[in-house]
Every structure is written in C-alpha cells, then in structure tokens.
DNA sequence: TTATTTGTTATACTATATGTATAACAATAA
DNA sequence: TTATTGTTATACATATAGTATAACAAATAA
C-alpha cells in the first residue's frame, strides 16, 4: 500500500496516515485481518517518527477501524465493528454543514454540490470499493 | 444574529465563528452591505477576547465573504466576489474525501450519503437560502 | 480641527498540539 | 529464552489558540 505524505499540508502527519488507511479500507485494499506494518518499519518508510505512527494507529484503534495487540501489531478490524453509530453520524453532519454552506455562499448549487460528492464516490468503486 | 459558541469543542473559537458568519451569509441573513459589529462589541457579546473576533474576521476577510475599513467595519461583500474558485473546489474536495472515505467504511451507500447532503441543503433553503 | 469609533499591532503569558530524538519497559509469539 | 512489537517516559522545539492590556492609526462625524 503506498502512502503519501505532504509535509508542508496543515493537515498533521498522523492524520493523513489514518485518511490514507481508512482510504485503504474503503477501497478494499486493507482487509479485515490484514496487518498494518509495525510502527517502527512505517515510520522508518515514511521517514518520520515512531510517535508519529503511533498516534496515528491510536486514533484509528478510537474510531473502531483496527485492533492493536503487542507483538502481533495492528490488525484491520471486521466489517462489523465499524458500522455507522450516532456519534459518527453527528461528526459527519458537523463536518459537512461548514461545507455545505460555504458552498451555497459561493454559489454552488444543491446539485453541483452532490455531482461532486458522486465523483468521489465513483473513485472509490473504481478502485473496488462497495458503495 | 444569534451566536452560539461551545468552548468544549475541538474546533476553535475563531473557527466556530467563521461558520456562524458564513451560515448567515448562506441562509440569507447576512447580505451585501450588512455590517458585522465591531470587534470589541461582539467580543464583549460572546465573553471572548477581542483578538479572537479580530482573527475570525481577517479569516473571512481572506475568504473573500467580507472587507475591512477602519472606523467602517467589517462588511459582507458582493456576491461576485465570492464565487467559486478552483482553489475552493480543491479544498472542498480535500475536505470530502476523507469524509466520503469513513462513510464508505462504516457501510454508508452513496445515496445515503448524498440524501444526508440534501438534508443540510433543505435546511438552508428553509432558513431562506438559495441553492 | 477635534473627538470618537474602529481596526491594527505589540507584548506577555498560558496551555495545548505536533513532531522529533532516544531510550527503556512490557507483553507475547516462536 | 529471544526477538519482535507496542507502550511509555523524557526532553526538546515549534506552532496554534486564547487571554489580558495597552497603545497605535485611520476615518468619520461633530
């Protein structure tokens, strides 16, 4: 699995790790039971610190996306574990509202706004996501 | 305008500002021309620090939404000038993304993303936005 | 012209977040 | 037992967020 990283984003290092293997899993590329590589190897391959893909695996073992166990190392979790519960709901609602209106200031309509939202969506079933 | 603040949220206050101000330009209820108070008043109004205020209006500022003056205020500007650029489309698709990404992980389909989408859009064209 | 309003800037301080660098600790599978 | 792996601790640097005060600067209105 490839992962690149932009150093000069605000977006900070381990959160772009955790996009890029939640954009694993939803592509299909990162199966339930699959391994993340050892925290000392991903750091190593990406050149930043251990702490750095440590707080990343910490954030996605949060969100119910891996299990982490010592030696054995982070394992992608089953499909069951990380059905959409309320909390997730409000967070994606939250996330999406600034969005939304931001692009209604700018004159982007309902539509535009969804088209765009189906793009994505596409991407992910060309790379054999199910959506 | 009626501005709700959580101090608890993640998000900053000066953040949480931003969105109050483009919510009021999306639904209607700021329009061109319309003044935004002073700094020192709406920090006085929300029990934060004049500085706060100060950073959320250079953000908008920034954003296109308002100009400056001394002793003028801040004020919403045209429509015109807050058109969609591709800079916006970019970081409207960096910030969907992720968010498509977890959805599609936690087994959303597209169309109950996009059917979520519609709810917040309905939700401005309620309070009197176009869109 | 003068006074007032308003945004702007400067300084200082606190707390938190991000990231690096090292090193040691602890569990567990082989 | 040994090697691998995650975990934790320290220390450090930098940036962000927020508060508190105060002074500065422009522009409008009297």
Known sequence: MLIE????SDIPIYMQ???????GIATGELKPGD?????????????VNMLTVNKAYQHLKQLGFIQIHRKKGAVINSEEIRKADDK??????????????????R?????????????????????GGKC
Chains 1, 2 share one sequence.
Do not use: N, W
């Open 17 to 23: 790790l955790v996009h890029a293997i939640i954009e």
């Open 35 to 47: 391994k993340l590589p050892p925290v000392r190897t991903l750091a190593a391959d990406l050149g």
């Open 88 to 105: 997730f709901y409000k967070r994606l609602f939250a996330s999406l509202r600034p969005l939304a209106m931001e692009s209604v200031c």
């Open 5 to 8: 990283l932009d150093f000069q």
């Open 107 to 127: 004159h982007l309509t309902k539509s535009q706004f969804l088209t765009l939202c189906s793009e994505i969506f596409e991407e992910i079933e060309l790379k």
